[in-house]
């Protein structure tokens, strides 16, 4: 059993989903496999709010796998997101997971490819 924060996760996989589960976050995460501006996400992740992804890159900061750089002080702000060391752990699992993905759409007949 783990506990983060009083919350309890019955094996490793469910604590590992605590981190990558939220919404949009493993599609965040591969983004951030190359250093981005938060301009860049919004332009590449075009179907995320900008709260939603506001919201998403703050718990990201927070749990420690990516890192945020602010490089000005006055408005408006020029920030940077990357992976931190921690969150290049991740970046294997991450190529899997798309390699998943296109296997899925190959094998569903349900699923379109568009674009």
Request: hydrophobic share 35%; proline share 4%.
């Amino acid at each position: 059993m783990y506990c983060i924060e009083n919350k309890e996760f019955p094996c490793s996989t469910s604590l590992a989903m605590r981190y990558i589960g939220g919404k949009w976050k493993t599609v965040i995460l591969i983004h951030l496999i190359e250093k981005k501006r938060y301009s860049e996400l919004r332009k590449d992740i075009p179907m995320v709010t900008e709260r939603t992804l506001s919201l998403q890159l703050k718990e990201l900061e927070e749990d420690g796998l990516i890192i945020r750089t602010v490089h000005t002080s006055k408005p408006p702000l020029k920030v940077d997101y990357e992976l931190s060391e921690f969150g290049k752990t991740l970046i294997p699992l991450l190529y899997a997971i798309s390699e998943w993905g296109k296997k899925a759409a190959d094998i569903h007949s349900k699923v379109t490819i568009e674009g």
